[in-house]
């Protein structure tokens, strides 16, 4: 999607959403919608409880074996996403949240944004040579004439005598 359309995009979603609730809620009648809306917020609770278990233990497996766990970090990332569009009352954030609890799912998302990724270890020589020169492009070096640690006499920031 643009990013120019998600300003739209999120202003439309309530009014799609409340429109969902009309006509789900005119079909099955409003408890039932209801009873829906809240067996949504649990599933999603649930869901996140049941798969973040077994992705913390996929993270540590990656670690242990000396890899950069970026893949199951995204895929952190995209489960706590679902989880919470889940927990948001409404149809089409319940069933965008579902699918993202799908794996396969999630791996179309890791394959749009996997080189947009990069994780930095604090053990030395896990990042990989890419990962590596990534980061040094970004840091700037400054010679100690460069800056100063003194306080700056003009910040309002300074005590007043």
Do not use: C
Request: net charge positive.
């Amino acid at each position: 999607m643009r990013s120019s359309l998600v300003p739209l995009a999120l202003l439309a979603l309530p009014f799609l959403e409340i429109a969902g609730f009309i006509v789900v809620g005119s079909k099955i009648g409003v408890l039932a919608t209801l009873g829906l809306i809240f067996l949504s917020i649990f599933l999603g609770v649930f869901l996140l409880r049941v798969q973040g278990f077994g992705l913390i233990r996929k993270i540590r497996e990656e670690a242990a074996a000396g890899r950069t766990p970026k893949r199951e970090l995204v895929h952190g990332v995209m489960l706590v996403f679902a989880a919470f569009l889940l927990i948001i009352p409404g149809f089409i954030t319940d069933v965008i949240g579902l699918l993202l609890f799908i794996p396969a799912v999630r791996d179309i998302g890791w394959r749009f944004i996997s080189d947009r990724v990069v994780v930095v270890s604090s053990r030395g020589g896990q990042a990989s040579h890419s990962d590596r020169s990534r980061v040094q492009d970004r840091v700037i070096e400054l010679d100690p004439e460069d800056y100063s640690s003194k306080p700056d006499p003009d910040s309002p920031w300074n005590p007043k005598p």
